[in-house]
């Protein structure tokens, strides 16, 4: 009851409701169950209406946004716009990260604390210092990491701002930007890379 209340009240899902009109977008009867399990979400974030592309073929590509709980020093809202790509056969054999070019410093802890590496690719040095990409396997990564896959990651990082972080699965992708300032819109550029993102990654060269 208390989630219908505030779904009637809160002004980012009526712009929402605007944004998945205007892009074409249906409501998914069972995205919440979805995003919530696959994405272990806490108990304490609030997760808007989820919507999905009504003909995706063997894919269900899901879009939606949801807010985490503010910092407990600066009280700052941190809002995710994210798109999730579900499909039926398997995407890739790794699970892999990709996200606009960290300091190497940072980006070797964040491989470290997740037991990866940080994956260069040999000959694309403009891919390699524009996209971060962590991964446990790295050598059954890298054979992935084709022209056209760079080309679609190296996009998807660096015509937003803020940028998404991309995490690829078994059989999902998944883009994600935070931002205390979320600009609802975006989710058509997330929709269209992560889409973009599973043909490069199934051989489609773009």
Not at 35 to 64: I, K, N
Not at 67 to 88: F, T
Not at 134 to 142: C, I, N, S, Y
């Amino acid at each position: 009851m208390f989630l219908r209340w505030w779904r009637r009240r809160d002004p980012l899902e009526r712009a929402w409701k605007n944004v998945t009109s205007r892009l074409g977008l249906v409501a998914a009867e069972d995205g919440t169950a979805v995003v919530t399990e696959m994405l272990d979400l806490p108990g304490d974030v609030v997760l808007g209406a989820v919507h999905r592309l009504d003909r995706a073929g063997d894919l269900q590509a899901y879009a939606f946004w949801y807010r985490r709980s503010p910092h407990s020093r600066s009280r700052e809202q941190v809002v995710v716009i994210a798109c999730l790509l579900v499909a039926a056969s398997p995407i890739s054999p790794v699970s892999w990260r990709a996200s606009r070019k960290l300091h190497n410093v940072i980006a070797s802890l964040q491989a470290s604390a997740t037991g990866g590496e940080v994956i260069a690719v040999e000959g694309a040095e403009e891919f390699n210092q524009r996209v971060t990409v962590v991964a446990r396997e790295g050598e059954r990564l890298r054979g992935l990491l084709t022209p056209a896959v760079r080309r679609v990651l190296e996009r998807a990082v660096t015509r937003l701002d803020p940028p998404p972080a991309i995490t690829v699965g078994e059989s999902s992708i998944l883009l994600a930007a935070t931002s205390a300032e979320p600009a609802l819109d975006t989710v058509e550029f997330l929709l269209s890379d992560v889409l973009s993102l599973y043909a490069a990654l199934n051989g489609d060269p773009g």
